[in-house]
């Protein structure tokens, strides 16, 4: 290894600046929303069971909620548009916009060309965990989702039951799609209750229990009209393992709620993007 060099100290030293400051992203009205949640009506309900994942359809204007049930349990979710498979939740770009965990207030953003807001987070019992002494928080978008082709890279294993195995399944089901075609349209996933960082010394991924207990839930407001897909991760709290049938786990409850009419009163969804897309030609 070179020797550093006379400098070093100054270069470290050197403030950061942040990538996107986002004091100008459009505003969430969160009155508005949690006003109109107080007389919403439950509307539908999806039982996520242990080690798989099922898929929910939430139109624009409405709101979901995730629910611990029955023991800690952590989930993959992915997010589409109902009406187009290609616009869906990008984790990266919500990563840049917010942070490595998101909570009450801020959004799930789609991919280009639409970059607009897909889901606005409206309630979160576990706000209160913060970031804790080892670097961790919850609901993470820095995780990709456990996969059947890093176990086998890492380990030589056939496991079925990894969330992105659980995610293409779930999808194929409800949309009718063949399991290669649905695979290709499984994303990056927002990491629900799971409690995750970056070691301090390698800068290395991980996860620890989650603080997640029954009746904890993280809830949405649906920008858009959006197709969901949620996995029960084999991980379970994810404080030991994942990718096998190792750890206990248990189901998570999906519910999704109409407001009463006129509670949204100025509220619109969002339209795409409004960059030309000509890209200098």
């Known amino acids: 290894m070179p020797n550093p060099p006379s400098d070093a100290a100054a270069r470290r030293g050197i403030a950061p600046v942040i990538c996107y400051p986002n004091d100008t992203l459009p505003s969430v009205d969160l009155d508005l929303l949690l006003d109109a949640r107080k007389s919403a009506r439950k509307t539908a309900e999806v039982l996520v069971p242990p080690r798989d994942a099922r898929c929910f359809e939430v139109p624009a204007g409405h709101f979901f909620r995730i629910t611990s049930v029955e023991g800690p349990q952590v989930g993959d979710l992915n997010l589409w548009n109902l009406h187009d498979l290609n616009e869906r939740f990008y984790s990266g770009k919500t990563r840049a916009l917010h942070g490595t965990h998101v909570t009450t207030g801020e959004r799930l953003w789609s991919s280009f060309p639409f970059l607009r807001p ?141 407001p009463a009419e006129g509670t949204l009163s100025g509220w619109q969804s969002p339209a795409p993007n409004g960059y030309d897309r000509t890209h200098g030609r």
């Open 118 to 258: 897909m889901a606005t987070i409206v309630a979160d019992t576990l706000d209160w965990y913060g970031i804790d002494q080892y670097g961790g928080s919850v609901h993470d978008v820095i995780g990709t989702r456990c996969d059947p082709y890093t176990g086998n890279l890492l380990s030589g294993t056939q496991y079925h039951h990894c969330c992105h195995s659980n995610l293409t399944r779930a999808l194929a089901d409800h949309t009718g799609l063949e399991i290669p075609v649905a695979e290709r349209l499984v994303h990056d996933v927002l990491n629900v209750f799971m409690c995750t960082g970056f070691t301090r010394d390698t800068g290395q991924y991980f996860m620890k229990a989650s603080p997640v207990r029954p009746g904890d839930y993280l809830e949405f407001f649906a920008e858009i009209d959006l197709l969901g897909d949620l996995s029960a991760c084999p991980g379970g709290d994810c404080s030991s393992e994942h990718s096998s049938d190792t750890a206990a786990c248990h189901p998570l409850l999906v519910e999704v709620f109409a």
